[in-house]
């Protein structure tokens, strides 16, 4: 007799693969791929084959790993920094977890008082530089819902209209109001050799806001 293990369902959790996800924050596929994997004990990943996905609560983790990267933090310090939050938090995803906002610079604080490695030390010190100029700031672009759960992420702030919800779309970036995929836009706006906004925004038949901050999104990922 065949026993099948069924995975527990995705659906309005996000699916993201590790191109998705490496464009999304702006890393390379590699990378994304190794910090996704569980022997790093990054994040809870399941990345034991080329079928795998993410979930959305991976990926804005991975947004935070990429942001201390970007910083000069250690994937030691980050990963040690990880663990010691997901036990105050009781969370796989500790560094996307709303209270991380003000409880950040103190877990790296802790970490740095109780090392007497000179090098984890200035390492640690790097995380809270990290934390209190970029990612920290980061927080007021997420959504947490009433029970703390994170549920949106505003990639050009709340008032941006672009969006990447997981129970919409499968959390691919979208504009919020008319749910159109800011890919989709992108490239109606390149077709033909070019359009102009206006006959995009008539071609999807949205306003002309959507186009402009679809586009500059996307412009953002290609820097």
Known sequence: MTITVE?????????????????????KPARVRRWANPSEGLIPGVLSN????L?????????FIKMFRDEGVSLQTIRIASDKAAAKYDSECPFSVKRFDTDGKAIFATLQRESS??????????????????VRPFFRKLEYGPNTDLLRFWPLSKKG???LDPTRKFGKPIDAETGVPTQVIAAALKAGGGQS???????????????????????SLSV
């Open 7 to 27: 995975r527990p369902s995705r659906l309005g959790v996000g699916l993201y693969s590790i191109a998705d996800a490496a464009r999304i924050i702006r890393a």
């Open 50 to 53: 080329e079928g795998d996905m």
């Open 55 to 63: 979930t959305f609560a991976e990926l804005i983790e991975l947004h």
């Open 117 to 134: 490695d000179k090098d984890l030390v200035e390492d640690v010190a790097k995380g809270q530089y990290a934390f209190s100029t970029i």
């Open 161 to 163: 209209r672009v969006v």
């Open 197 to 219: 906004p206006a006959v995009v925004a008539r071609w999807l038949d949205i306003p002309i806001a959507a186009v402009k901050k679809a586009a500059e999104f996307e412009q």
